[in-house]
């Protein structure tokens, strides 16, 4: 298993410029979430999904987009990039037990590097 | 919202010592994990522990949920340890989403 990968690892955009991250996952987990990590800080949530089809607004979900088309795919994007949004971006995912009632551990992508000037 | 704080920000250790990381939460939360995101950026989990004790090696956690804390032990560091530790708090029941500390950050000397 590959576990979450994210693409691209590193990107340099203009402002204004806009750009799609993907995040896939191989492990058939039902929750996808991203998360940007700004220096000397914790992560914070941007947007999630709690099903193919389904999203939904995290803590800092201004400037960003977000589709579930297919259950193992993420994408998040950027329509017209500014410098606010240079940031390490994170991708996650996380599974219900077998009883269906109860999301657990999230399990992090490697991270991508995104820089606007 | 829930407010997480981790303590101390920053330490520093010989190698061969023993540490305590410290995270408190400010409300009742059902999904807790301790992170390591090492010096090249990669989110590495350490424990899920809503609640109880964990032991995985040198290192092991113990969360008092009714007391809206939790530890990280490091025992007998090495310089392998270093990097920022991170406590992130969620409630399965708003989508499972987490909620991270500022981190701490351990520098682990030879």
């Known amino acids: 298993n590959a576990g979450v990968t994210q693409t691209p690892k590193f990107r340099v955009l203009k402002t204004g410029q806009s750009m799609t991250l993907l995040c896939a996952q191989d492990?058939?987990?039902?929750?996808m979430y991203w998360y940007r990590q700004d220096p000397g800080m914790g992560l914070r949530l941007i947007h999630y999904?709690?099903?193919?089809?389904?999203?939904a607004k995290g803590e800092v979900p201004d400037g960003y987009n977000v589709s579930r088309l297919k259950k193992q795919n993420f994408l998040l994007g950027l329509e017209s990039a500014a410098p606010s949004q240079t940031s390490v971006y994170f991708c996650?995912?996380?599974?219900?037990?077998?009883?269906?009632?109860?999301?657990?551990?999230?399990?992090f992508g490697p991270g991508t590097r995104l820089t606007v000037l | 919202g829930i407010q997480v704080e981790q303590s101390p920000p920053d330490l520093i250790l010989q190698e061969g010592a023993n540490s305590t990381l410290r995270c408190n939460f400010s409300?009742?939360?059902?999904?807790l994990q301790w992170f390591h995101q090492n010096p090249w950026g990669q989110l590495i989990n350490l424990f899920y522990?809503?609640?109880g004790t964990k032991q995985n090696g040198r290192l092991s956690a113990t969360t008092v949920a009714t007391e809206r804390y939790s530890l990280l032990y490091i025992s007998s560091s090495q310089t392998t340890d270093s990097g920022v530790y991170f406590c992130?708090?969620?409630?399965?029941?708003?989508?499972?989403?987490?909620?991270f500390g500022q981190g701490t950050e351990l520098s682990v000397k030879p």
């Open positions: 996650a995912s996380s599974y219900l037990t077998p009883s269906g009632g109860r999301q657990v551990e999230q399990f």
């Open positions: 492990m058939n987990h039902e929750y």
């Open positions: 999904s709690v099903g193919e089809g389904t999203t």
């Open positions: 409300d009742s939360v059902n999904n």
């Open positions: 522990i809503p609640s």
């Open positions: 992130a708090v969620g409630d399965y029941n708003q989508g499972g989403k987490l909620i």
